[in-house]
């Protein structure tokens, strides 16, 4: 099924709403929730909504949070959220960043007492209209394992940087600092399909294709699978992210973040405060001109993309590039919603008597456009 | 063969200053230089020096550079590296950087026209005594191929960060954005050993374990080795690394980087001056205070050195464990150079009319020490 993406966003926003947040509040966390179904992030998207009304109930999530900044410099600030939606929280982190760049060239915030916080390419490319660079990262529920080890210590802790060029599209890199994103394993996991070799290891710390593993004892896998491929370095780059988004700010760190996901236990006790985010915006002109940077990332731009193929058929990406062609056929076609999701948002309709709206105005080609 | 690391430094530093480095220089560069052979990072330690007495001779590398500030706000600059030697650019960069965070919480210096730079990580581990996170990043030789593509665009560009700690010692990653550093590919080709497969293609981008497909049209694999395993992630981190050191600073990028591997063909033109690099300090306490930083740092890094080991002989390592042992061993007993290196330190010596103290005071325990 097809949802148009109007309705979805309008239903959305009617559930943010109905849980206590401020219009302005509400606006907000559906923009960034909606960006990941449009740009292809399905797992990040409103198959998250009901996670989040359940974190809310359950008062993990407070849906009014006083948002405050605990310590600054010049080009510093800590933020605590207020356990308030990492939806809500970030883009005002991202925002406080961009103003001190604004002063004194870069700016960087470092945020406690949060929560999810959606697609972290999302908050990256807030930097982009000012014409400067934006960097962000989270850690995230225990679900991947150190290198030689069994025992879940960090997330999927994903790290975005978005670029700004001239003709060309922005760069946008977005990646989770794993093997695979656990939003792939779950898609994996629906249709009943093996993971390849090197996404997960078994309770044991054995290589498996069973999806099920990750909730049976073993873990995801650090970028790099093994060893000999590298995935000390995939663990060292998911504890940097670890480190400046929970160590720097005061949240809580490796197995003590609160997990997201419900098949996961809570390890004793906390360390910090809720999960933690990393933001950063640097200006372009406070190295050199503008126009002279985005000349140049325009031509890097070009030279990557017509760097020779292996298979002519296939072309070198920029990254950004998948999702803006998601985005570009969602817009107009309406964001595929698959039927346990649509369950989902079924349930929320009825538990906060919502009408949704959709099946009354799809565009009638909706169900021909496929991505 | 083992040189006593006094002998070796004392050589190469005579060896910089017959070029024309000033005393200072010539001890900086020495101090980086040796840092990588202490540290157990052969390739990058005496292994150049004469690399970079070719690239003195011909011309590509000024011995005593005007180093100069091109741009700055009170958090950025971007620096000229007037062509000098890397070594030595790159410590007065980071100390600009460093000298920033003094003042407004955080610096960040881009640098142009520079050259290959030694260990990225002993430029990060300058920030740790002035209780700060110290970055690093830099381009170097298109030697990586972009996912889908057989065309060597990007250096290994690495990627640096420390983190100070308590009574731990400090967090210091340090990893080539490649499923394999180039130095590691260099061992096994001195050893005419097969590539495990993930580390190189060949030049019609097939998988190979012929080390010697890099010279002849292949290349570096991204870390993550091939699209299903995340090396679109690898390119991307690759990609980045080269647009903060390169596009920013104004040096050149991707396929134009001058090349320092002597088997590279230069592509025609320039599109900067030089390599680029890029460092970043952040004060600790522009954060929060020192103390609880530290303390958790610590708590970081026990809990993650005890996390469950699959096999109970092989524990978990903290980025930074395995150098720090080479250094405990290696400072007494000695440096091991290979045969090909002697060869050309012996060059070197008579080029330059040096006589080399090694073997004379050599410790007598040294040829019993092995790591």
């Keep these: 099924m097809k949802i148009p993406y109007q309705s979805l966003r309008k239903f959305t926003k009617s559930v943010f709403l109905k849980i206590g947040c401020s219009p302005q509040d509400a ?39 006083s948002i405050s900044i605990v310590h600054e410099t010049p080009s510093t600030a800590v933020i605590d959220g207020g356990a308030g939606l990492g939806l809500v929280v970030a883009p005002k982190a991202m925002a406080i960043a961009i103003e001190k760049a604004q002063q004194v ?92 070799i090197g996404w997960i290891q078994d309770d044991e710390g054995n290589p498996t294709q069973d999806c099920a593993a990750i909730s049976d004892g073993g873990g995801l896998l650090p970028l790099g699978s093994d060893r000999e491929h590298g995935s000390h370095k995939g663990y060292c780059l998911g504890a940097m992210v670890d480190i400046f988004s929970a160590v720097l700010s005061g949240a809580n760190y490796g197995p003590w973040v609160p997990p997201y996901v419900p098949f996961l236990g809570k390890k004793e006790g906390f360390v910090g405060n809720g999960i933690g985010h990393f933001f950063g915006a640097m200006r372009i002109d406070a190295f050199r001109p503008k126009k002279e940077f985005k000349t140049h990332m325009d031509r890097w731009i070009e030279c990557f993309r017509n760097a020779k193929p292996i298979d002519p058929e296939i072309k070198v990406q920029i990254p950004g590039d998948q999702e803006r062609e998601y985005e570009k056929v969602r817009l107009i076609g309406g964001i595929p919603i698959v039927d346990s999701v649509l369950e989902d948002l079924k349930h929320l309709a009825e538990h906060f008597d919502i009408e949704p709206e959709w099946g009354s105005n799809m565009p009638s080609d909706a169900s021909t456009l496929e991505i």
């Design 105 to 196: 060239g870069t700016g960087w915030v470092a945020v406690n007492n949060s929560n999810h916080y959606g697609i972290a390419g999302y908050h990256a490319m807030q930097a982009l209209e000012h014409d400067m660079i934006g960097i962000t990262m989270t850690n995230a529920s225990p679900l991947v394992v150190p290198t030689f080890s069994k025992e879940k210590m960090l997330g999927t802790n994903p790290i975005a940087v978005a670029f700004p060029a001239g003709e060309q599209e922005p760069f946008i890199a977005d990646l989770a600092t794993t093997t695979a994103a656990y939003g792939k394993l779950e898609i994996l996991q629906r249709k009943n399909s093996p993971a390849p």
């Design 27 to 65: 606006e907000k966390a559906t923009d960034v929730l909606l960006a990941a179904d449009l740009r292809g992030i399905d797992s990040h998207g409103v198959a998250r909504l009901s996670s989040y009304v359940r974190l809310w109930k359950s008062g993990r999530i407070n849906s009014a949070p």
